[in-house]
Structures are given as structure tokens and as C-alpha cells.
């Protein structure tokens, strides 16, 4: 059991490490590749990539009942459409360090929503590592400025990320009622498929195919990254972790993704490392700890004379 919860966090570790280098890699890619189709080839290539790991090496698993395609679709529309979109749309209007505390709220959620579905009750220690996770955001973030100029537009941006905070949190709470029929790679693939094909048309009318035949090799390795790294690989491995922990568990790492993006961004693009992010990447990282620590099973002593007494 506890050898799964090692597996299931290292799992969510290098799933976070991977978003932080996808929101760089974003960040360049970008430029030549308008957001909402960027989205659509990072999604797409994802669910192809696992659906022909299926394919190819599962293919029973690919097999799901007509009954449950529909929350399927539920699913990946959440997550691989209407998260991408808000977050595109959000940090086109407000600032990213606003949006990267929006985002930081997805484990408070997490938690309200599953309990409210009676699935988890967060101990002290694991609130304590919540808070703890959330602030160390805010401290990283501070330097940069949490300032509002009066403009409705910013609050709007924010709002935008509330939502993907709780489309991410709702997420992470719904899939485990598909976890009890089919694996996480069947779940992912098809909610990346599904997700991809509600993106679609809004991504040809933004200029997808234009912007497919304008990739130069650069371009076209960072979509390549984002598809197989940072759809396929990390949201599986963000699968597989949600198969063994819970969704506040979980959902925690994500308070690492904009940290992680900011170390790669000093390393890969010369931006500058402080000792806010310092302080905050180890605030956030004993927040997890805290929160994901295994909690001692105490079991009563029996008298084995006891129990062997006719």
C-alpha cells in the first residue's frame, strides 16, 4: 500500500515538472502559434499518442459502453477544452502572478468539492500542508506585483481562472466514478480525443491550419513536446496518480507547476531566480509533503493465546 502512494506521488512530482516546462514551452510556442489552436495540436497529439498506445499494446481497453461515453465527454470537455480556453482567454487579461494565485486555489476546491461528495476528510496536518501549499504561491508570486489598475477586464481574467481552478478541481473529484470501470490510459485518451474535437472549430477559425503550415523546426519541437510530454506523459501520469490518491492529494502538486515554470524559465531563458521563489518553491514543496505523508494506521493488540482459546 504504501509503496503505491510512493509510486502515485513521484508520479504527480514528474507530472508537475513536466507542466512547468510546458508552460515555457507555451510561452515560446505561442508566438508563432495562436493559443487556442496551440491547445488543440498540444491535446490532439496527446490523445493520439495514448490511442495508439491502446491500440497497439491494450487493445481491449479501448473497448468502453456506448452509456458511458457521455460522461466521458463530460470529462474531457472540463479539462482539454473548457480549462484551456478560460486559462487562454484569463491570462490574456490579467497578470500571470494573479493568475498563478487563481490557479493555486484548485486543492481548496478539490477539498470542498470532495467532500461535499462524502469521498475525503482532510486531517489537521493535511490542512495545515493545504494553506501551507497556497501561501507559498502568494510568497513566490509577491515580487511581481499583485496590482489591479481599476480595469473590469483584470477581474474578468480572474474570474476566467477561478474557473479553471474549478474545472480542474471538479475534475479531479468526477473521474473517480470512472476509475471504477476503466483504466486511467483509457480515460485520458478519450477525454483528450473528445476534448480535441469540442476545441476544433474554435481553433480553425483562430487560423489552425495556417499555423500548422507556417511550423518552422523550433515551433514545431515545442508542439511536439507539449503533445507527447506534456499532454500524453503528464497528464497520464496525473491519471495514474488519481488512481491512488485523493483528489486534494493530488490536486496539491499543482501549487509546483507555476514554481517548477519559473526555475526552468531562469535556467532555459535567462529570467532571474529570487529569494521569494526560494522561499515560496520550499513552502510549497513541505505543504505536499505535508499534505501527502502517509497517516499511521493504528492497529489494536490481540492476545494471540486469545484467539487460539477454543
Known amino acids: 500500500m504504501r509503496e503505491t502512494a510512493v509510486a502515485a506521488n513521484v508520479a504527480m512530482f514528474v507530472a508537475a515538472v513536466i507542466f512547468g516546462g510546458s508552460v515555457v514551452a507555451t510561452r515560446v510556442a505561442v508566438q508563432d502559434v495562436p493559443p487556442l489552436s496551440l491547445a488543440a495540436l498540444r ?3 496527446g490523445g493520439l499518442v495514448l490511442g495508439l498506445c491502446l491500440l497497439l499494446g491494450a487493445r481491449g481497453l479501448l473497448r468502453v459502453r456506448w452509456q458511458d461515453l457521455p460522461f466521458l465527454a463530460l470529462l474531457g470537455i472540463l479539462l482539454f477544452a473548457v480549462f484551456p480556453i478560460a ?38 496536518r493535511q490542512i495545515v500542508g493545504l494553506v501551507l501549499s497556497l501561501l507559498g504561491v502568494a510568497v513566490a508570486v509577491a515580487e511581481r506585483g499583485l496590482r489591479w489598475n481599476g480595469d473590469i477586464s483584470t477581474l474578468v481574467g480572474d474570474g476566467l481562472l477561478l474557473l479553471c481552478a474549478v474545472c480542474g478541481a471538479a475534475y479531479a473529484v468526477l473521474v473517480k466514478r470512472a476509475y471504477t470501470r476503466y483504466t486511467a490510459l483509457t480515460v485520458t485518451a478519450y477525454g483528450m ?23 518552422n523546426g523550433r515551433t514545431l ?15 497520464y501520469l496525473t491519471a495514474f496518480a488519481l488512481t491512488r490518491l485523493t483528489p486534494t492529494q493530488a490536486a496539491v502538486y499543482i501549487n509546483l507547476n507555476p514554481l517548477t515554470a519559473m526555475v526552468l524559465a531562469a ?37 494471540p493465546l486469545r484467539v487460539a482459546a477454543p
Open 87 to 124: 486559462f487562454n482567454v484569463g491570462l490574456g487579461l490579467t497578470e500571470a502572478s494573479r493568475g498563478s494565485l487563481m490557479l493555486a486555489t484548485v486543492p481548496i476546491w478539490s477539498a470542498t468539492l470532495a467532500r461535499l461528495a462524502g469521498r475525503e476528510n482532510l486531517t489537521r
Open 193 to 215: 480525443v473528445i476534448g480535441t474535437l469540442f476545441l476544433l472549430p474554435a481553433a480553425l477559425l483562430e487560423g489552425l491550419s495556417s499555423a500548422v503550415v507556417r511550423l
Open 267 to 303: 535556467t532555459l531563458l535567462n529570467e532571474r531566480i529570487t529569494g521569494p521563489l526560494v522561499v515560496g518553491f520550499s513552502i510549497v514543496v513541505a505543504g505536499v509533503v505535508l499534505m501527502n505523508w502517509p497517516t499511521r494506521v493504528r492497529t489494536a493488540w490481540v492476545d
Open 221 to 235: 519541437a515545442l508542439v511536439l513536446f507539449l503533445g507527447v510530454l506534456g499532454g500524453a506523459l503528464g497528464w
Open 43 to 45: 491535446y490532439g497529439i
